[in-house]
């Protein structure tokens, strides 16, 4: 088994890689944070949703956000609500047909 060298991840997480020097690919995403242009995304989602803003006109909405009810959720829907002045429909899912009877 194959351990990252940096936070010790088993390589018998689903889906898990490791570069030449071992490090997995959560840690490569998480050491390239630093090398991301915050402002710049931030400009670019902007603009985006100034793009679609009030395309449904003044009552309508303006995208579609899938929410769990989690933390993640939440601050999605406050960025693009609060922030980007968006107009969103949040919708949740749920698969009930593992937990029926109900025969293919």
């Known amino acids: 088994m194959k351990y990252c060298t940096e936070c010790v991840m088993p390589s018998t997480r689903p889906g898990i890689t490791f570069n030449e020097n071992g490090v997995c ?6 050491n390239n944070r630093k090398n991301v242009d915050y402002a710049a995304r931030m400009d ?3 603009c985006l949703c ?3 803003k009030g ?6 909405y303006d995208c579609m956000i899938a929410v769990s009810g989690g933390k993640d959720s939440h ?5 693009m609500k609060e922030v980007m002045g968006m107009n969103p429909l949040l919708v949740s899912v749920e698969d009930n047909f593992p937990m029926t009877d109900r025969q293919a």
Do not use: H, R, T, W
């Open 75 to 79: 601050f999605q829907v406050y960025i």
């Open 44 to 46: 670019e989602l902007k």
């Open 55 to 60: 395309m449904n006109g003044p009552n309508g």
């Open 50 to 52: 100034d793009k679609y």
């Open 25 to 30: 690919s959560a840690c490569q995403s998480y």
